[in-house]
């Protein structure tokens, strides 16, 4: 297995999915934390600006977790994506991610992670090939540690087993979820495919047909394309600009200044709850979680720790708006060495980038 390569020569599109992953497993231990209180009580080391920020481990009880009113039956063996995990579901406290470790991602950018090793090696996006590994990856034991299992995969194996072919098995989800490929997508194909919009779109719609989460992910492939595309220099700005031109639908300038107005008066630990919690939901739903992850990306723009830190910090669906925070940060600015070191996906995704 190769070395993974130092952040400022990977190439730009490689760097903003590895960013990704960097938000989902630094916000892993506190995914789906609403109460604030709580998220700064149980994890004070990310609370604490004075600490360098870094992974951490998920602990039980989870105040917040819904696991013990959430419930799937498999309808036969074609849907039994829970396995051992099935044990948990229905308790109260268990944490979404209690088996993973720190440097861990969860399961949608596991997912993301075979997808851009799968673009690599047949350099062409085929959906049904994708949708073969899919369905083997999800029903092969061993193959995550994964306790939470999002909704969209649940609807699309409940569909599978009711004899749908797997390109006629997803549903209209609304939830920022939807979006963690995107980068893998960029990453895999490079930023420079001819039909890259449209492949983008093909493959989020084979589990999220809604309008609007297609409409999310083709502005963030947008901006990760003219980001990871430029060479001109002032990364950080040309971000913001990239940002509010190609997610005009979604934030505007002015929203951005009356948001940064606001956080620069927001509570500590972190400020940018004032936005995303005071002003957003900071919930998964994209009409709210896709302006939210923008603005942070926005507003913290040069700087991929404080910024993947504050999505953190702002509890909620953070695991999933790192695809958007992560990305756009990392594909303008370099990602500190340290969690590069301690992202357990690194030496996977830096092997399947060497030519």
Not at 270 to 283: K, Q, T
Request: aromatic share 8%.
């Amino acid at each position: 297995m190769t070395a993974p390569p130092d952040a400022a020569t990977a190439a730009p599109a490689v760097a903003a999915f590895l960013g990704s992953l960097v938000g989902d497993a630094l916000a892993m231990p506190v995914h789906w934390y609403y109460d604030q209180r709580a998220l700064d009580r149980d994890y004070p080391d990310l609370a604490d600006p004075a600490r360098p920020a870094g992974y951490l481990a998920p602990r039980s009880p989870h105040p917040d977790s819904i696991l013990w009113r959430s419930h799937y039956e498999p309808a036969g063996p074609k849907a039994d994506i829970l396995r051992e995990q099935a044990a948990y579901w229905g308790r109260r406290g268990v944490h979404y991610h209690q088996f993973l470790v720190p440097g861990d991602n969860t399961l949608n950018f596991t997912l993301a992670v075979e997808l851009y090793r799968m673009l690599r090696r047949t350099r062409h996006h085929d959906a049904e090939k994708w949708l073969d590994h899919y369905v083997d990856f999800m029903l092969t034991p061993g193959r995550h540690r994964d306790t939470y299992v999002e909704e969209y995969h649940r609807h699309f194996f409940t569909n599978l087993a009711a004899g749908r072919k797997p390109i006629n098995c997803g549903v209209r989800d609304v939830h920022i979820g939807g979006l963690v490929p995107v980068p893998a997508l960029v990453a895999g194909l490079g930023p420079r495919h001819p039909d890259l919009r449209d492949v983008v779109r093909r493959h989020v719609a084979l589990t999220h047909k809604d309008d609007g989460v297609l409409a999310a992910a083709d502005a963030l492939a947008r901006i990760l394309v003219r980001v990871t595309r430029d060479d001109r220099g002032s990364a950080d700005r040309d971000l913001r600009t990239a940002i509010l031109e190609e997610a005009a639908d979604w934030i505007s300038a002015a929203k951005c200044r009356d948001w940064e107005a606001r956080a620069a008066g927001g509570p500590p630990p972190c400020p940018d709850r004032a936005v995303v919690g005071g002003v957003l939901s900071p919930a998964c739903y994209i009409d709210d979680a896709f302006p939210a992850a923008l603005f942070l990306a926005w507003r913290h723009a040069g700087d991929v720790a404080a910024g993947l830190r504050a999505n953190a910090l702002c509890g909620g669906d953070n695991c999933h708006r790192a695809a958007v925070v992560g990305s756009l940060l990392a594909a303008a600015s370099p990602i500190p060495h340290p969690l590069l070191a301690g992202l357990r996906a690194h030496a996977t995704i830096a092997e399947a980038a060497t030519p």
